[in-house]
């Protein structure tokens, strides 16, 4: 790989033109590409830095020049500082456009934040693949829209931009680290305030607390600043290196370095150090050596000789500062009980009025239980908590917040929810051999569909459907529909993104054809693709289980069943593209169909119950019109155990719902009132802990029956 040298390159200026047209992917970038293209005009150029200035839609500056003094500041930290020292702690800058420089463009479209696009380091031709147009070369994006004292964050915004660059060159599939060692990158090298540390100079103003969920400012850059103290000055360049992904990096790294801790236990300490900051306990762990934090406020203060309970909320990745007082009188036992769904660690620390502080054993079982007996608590003596609660999926982050259940004198009890149990009588009722046959084939498909690398090949990472990895899925759905004696084709047809580029995308049909061919056919689909928050993540691991696995899985396991029942009129079971891309799949499906489909049936988040007391409940979402369409959902549901509830107020985003009310088709849109909001963020293994085959085995069954009512009946 071509990289940049340490000396000036004569050929710079041959090489950078005064003018050229540059592809500017827009700020908040959704789930759908987005890009404009804009003429640039070079304004400055440095020995490791060229800043073009984006003419088309940047408005003229109010005085003649008055930014280009500013723009010369950069340049000139960027050539001295940002460039030197970011390049030997992370790597070599690469030079794939080979003229010399890193390119700043100058541009309203970048947002508040800078970045740099890692699609502009591939060939046009790959970038095409993705959906977007390559610059081919090394450019930052950013405005440099800050004045006065609040200069400095354009040098953070340039600092963070390129170490984005550094840490795509050489980890390109590495999110969590990434974003935060950007965001680290300008305290280290000393263009930030201390402050920024734990957000309390956030440029956008933004509050931060310990307790919030892990994320890319705030407090997390504490972390990050206490493992360079703990760990050396090595850490961070080496956590570049590693190929693993969020806390799996680090955990490789602690094992490399025979380090004792694990990566949650150093979460823990530095918890419990932001609290203390104590360098006389615990041989130093609770401590910092170059900063002094701000004292978290607790979460609760408790008298440590009142019996009394009560319930807090904490992010994944965050943490909760709990202080139980003495009064002189006995003290009550400490009970805890987080969410069993996050990887709880705590620690303890027992503080004397006029010492000595000790380090006391806070220890969760494998439930979140833990249990603390408290020593004697004089008057002005405390016992601090810092709990914190680590994400089971070390490599995706998980921005839930979750409950911790705490009390003196009191024992909680987790909620004994019996749902699978319940769920599984039902399937024993309704099935010869309890559905066993058809859970397995529902397992099967959700695991591979999810990406469970216990699973047969081809082996799924994304399946955001702008993605190359999209043909695996095509690919997987083939096989599954094959393993239950199904024959699919495909159904292909154009897409086109804001920015021009276009794809073929496919849609998966098994057609299942009725004893009358005059009929229309009743359509029972499901989307396939899936999408987080934001694009680059989608593109990475977007493989959401709720969103739409668990559909795709009960249409198949619904047209399994309906191979093997008569029916007067066809029926179409339909696998989508893009449901997340405006439900183009669907609307594709119903060009092709001319919009002759007597009936639209769609399957879109079914696999995870809604807790007790709603477990058994299907949400049934049908026009206003269509009360006797409803009335025939409710029949197959009711007598499988399941409490159907209809809306109509309301139309599923990512179905083709709309599409078919719009020509006129009746149409239901079968979903579960679970956890929804958090579909875009849970880890696949959350996911899969939550899901219910029976469920989706259950609404299979009522859907193939209501399919056969729809299609005219035997």
């Known amino acids: ?156 915004a340039v600092a ?34 201390t402050r920024m540390l734990w957000g309390d100079a956030d440029p956008n103003r933004r509050s931060h607390a310990l307790a919030d969920p892990w994320g890319s400012t705030g407090w997390p850059m504490l972390f990050v600043h206490y493992l360079r103290e703990r760990l050396g000055e090595g850490a961070l360049p080496a956590l570049v290196r590693r190929s693993e992904n969020g806390f799996d990096g680090l955990e490789a790294l602690l094992g490399e370095s025979k380090h004792r801790s694990t990566a949650l236990d150093l ?52 943490a909760v500062f709990i202080a139980i007082e003495g009064t002189g009188e006995r003290a009550l036992p400490v009970s805890l009980q987080g969410e069993s769904e996050v990887a709880w660690i705590g620690r303890a620390a027992l503080l004397r009025q006029h010492g000595p502080d000790a380090e006391l054993q806070l220890i969760f079982d494998a439930s979140g239980a833990a249990h603390l007996d408290l020593p004697q608590l004089e008057r002005g003596d405390a016992v601090v908590l810092a ?43 309704a099935f010869p051999d309890a559905g066993a046959a058809a859970r397995a084939r529902l397992a099967t498909t959700i695991a591979r569909l999810t990406g469970d690398p216990g699973t047969a090949p081809p082996r799924i990472t994304t399946r955001y459907a702008w993605a190359p990895e999209s043909a695996e899925v095509l690919e997987v759905l083939r096989q599954e529909a094959t393993i239950r004696g199904l024959a699919p084709r495909e159904h292909s047809f154009q897409v086109i993104a804001d920015n021009g580029v276009s794809q073929q995308w496919h849609n998966l049909l098994v057609e299942l054809p009725g004893a009358d061919t005059r009929r229309w056919p009743v359509v029972v689909a499901a ?79 079914v696999g995870i119950p809604a807790p007790p007391p709603r477990q058994r409940i299907v949400v049934v979402e049908t026009g206003e019109r269509s009360l006797m369409f409803t009335l025939s959902f409710s029949e197959v549901f009711k007598p499988l155990g399941l409490q159907p509830r209809s809306a109509t107020d309301v139309i599923s985003a990512h179905t083709g719902a709309a599409l078919a009310a719009a020509r006129s088709i009746p149409f239901a849109v079968i979903s579960t009132p679970g956890d929804g909001s958090e579909m875009h963020t849970l880890p696949p293994v959350v996911e899969r802990s939550r899901a219910s085959d029976d469920l989706m085995v259950l609404i299979a069954k009522a859907v193939a029956d209501a399919s056969v009512r729809l299609a005219g009946g035997p």
């Open 1 to 156: 790989m071509v990289t940049l040298a340490f000396t000036l390159l004569a050929a710079v200026a041959a090489s950078l033109p005064p003018e050229r047209d540059l592809w500017v992917p827009e700020a908040g970038l959704g789930v759908q590409p987005s890009q404009r293209q804009v003429r640039a005009v070079l304004a400055h150029r440095g020995r490791y830095m060229a800043v073009y200035r984006d003419v088309t839609t940047a408005p003229a500056p109010a005085v003649e020049g008055s930014q280009d003094v500013e723009i010369a500041h950069v340049v000139e930290v960027f050539d001295e500082l940002i460039f030197p020292r970011q390049s030997e702690l992370f790597g070599p800058c690469p030079d794939r456009d080979d003229n010399g420089v890193v390119i700043l463009l100058l541009t309203p479209l970048a947002g508040n934040g800078s970045h740099f696009f890692p699609f502009d380091r591939l060939a046009e031709a790959q970038a095409r693949t993705y959906g977007f147009h390559s610059n081919e070369g090394e450019i930052l994006y950013a405005d440099l829209d800050q004045r006065g004292n609040r200069a400095v964050w354009n040098l953070q």
């Open 387 to 429: 709990v914190v609660a680590g994400p089971v999926d070390a490599s995706h982050v998980d921005d839930r917040e979750v409950a911790l259940q705490c009390g003196l004198g009191w024992v909680p009890r987790g909620p004994a929810l019996g749902v699978r149990e319940e769920l599984r009588s039902l399937t024993q009722t």
């Open 160 to 193: 963070a931009a390129f170490h984005d660059l550094l840490h795509v060159s050489h980890d390109p599939d590495e999110l969590v680290w990434r974003d935060l060692l950007a965001n680290y990158s300008g305290y280290l090298l000393g263009l930030a305030p």
């Open 527 to 605: 989307h396939w693709d899936a999408a987080h928050p934001t694009t680059e993540d989608s593109y990475l691991s977007a493989r959401n289980l709720n969103d739409n696995a668990s559909g795709v899985a009960v249409v198949l396991e619904a047209a399994a069943a309906l191979r093997r029942q008569s029916h007067r009129g066809p029926i179409l079971a339909a696998l989508l593209a893009g449901g997340h891309h405006g439900a183009v799949g669907a609307r594709g499906l119903l060009d092709e169909l001319q919009g002759r489909v007597a009936a639209w049936v769609e399957l879109d988040g």
């Open 267 to 318: 979460l823990a300490d530095f918890s419990m150090a932001c609290v203390l900051d104590d360098r006389y306990l615990g041989d130093g762990r609770l401590s910092f050596s170059s900063v002094t934090p701000p004292y978290p406020q607790p979460a609760a203060r408790l008298p440590a000789s009142r019996p009394t309970s009560g319930q807090l909320t904490v992010g994944v990745g965050g």
